[in-house]
């Protein structure tokens, strides 16, 4: 049997570059990493937007939907200008159904705010408020997670 040098070669060439595909893979998800205030910001920008429906007059209800909606718009900005990047769509199944599942709870909570601010329960609107603010804050981080992960397999 001969050996071929060339193969040799192209078989080391192929392999370096696959580990510098992974090694770049590992920095882009260090690198996507959200800045540690994001996420008690965009919870908080959340829950304004989940307890918006308690306010009585509806031209102070929009201003406060607009503050938040105007908060999460520069978060996205300073992520961009912070991190370098910008996304435009998941990584992978995983990071999606994360985003699928905190849009549906932060929508079922606002939902219920209207609910309990129409049968005049005012008070649990502290509830729905803090359930998004959790939604968006521990969430946020777990999704973070789960995004750098897939972003180093190449998803």
Same mark, same amino acid.
């Given at each position: 049997?001969?050996?071929? =040098?060339? /193969?040799?070669? @192209? ?11 992974? /090694?770049?893979?590992?920095?882009? $998800?260090?690198?996507?990493? *959200? ?11 959340? $829950?304004?937007?989940? *307890?918006?429906?308690?306010?009585? @007059? ?11 909606? $105007?908060?999460?718009? /520069? ?10 990047l910008s996304t435009n769509r998941v990584p ?15 929508? *079922? ?10 049968? @005049?329960? =005012? ?11 959790l939604t968006m804050f521990p969430g946020g ?15």
């Amino acid at each position: 049997m001969e050996s071929n =040098p060339m /193969a040799r070669e @192209d078989s080391t060439g192929a392999q370096a570059s696959l580990n510098a595909i992974a /090694a770049d893979r590992r920095q882009l $998800a260090v690198r996507a990493k *959200a800045p540690g205030w994001m996420y008690p910001i965009l919870g908080l920008s959340t $829950a304004g937007i989940v *307890a918006s429906p308690v306010i009585a @007059d509806p031209v102070w209800m929009l201003i406060l939907i607009a503050g938040a909606c $105007a908060v999460v718009v /520069a978060l996205e900005y300073a992520y961009k200008k912070q991190t370098g990047l910008s996304t435009n769509r998941v990584p992978g199944p995983r990071s999606l159904l994360i985003l699928i599942g905190m849009g549906a709870v932060v929508l *079922a909570m606002l939902s219920a705010s209207s609910l309990v601010t129409t049968i @005049d329960q =005012p008070a649990w609107v502290i509830a729905t408020a803090a359930i998004g603010f959790l939604t968006m804050f521990p969430g946020g981080l777990l999704y973070d997670r789960i995004y750098a992960a897939e972003l180093q397999r190449g998803l």
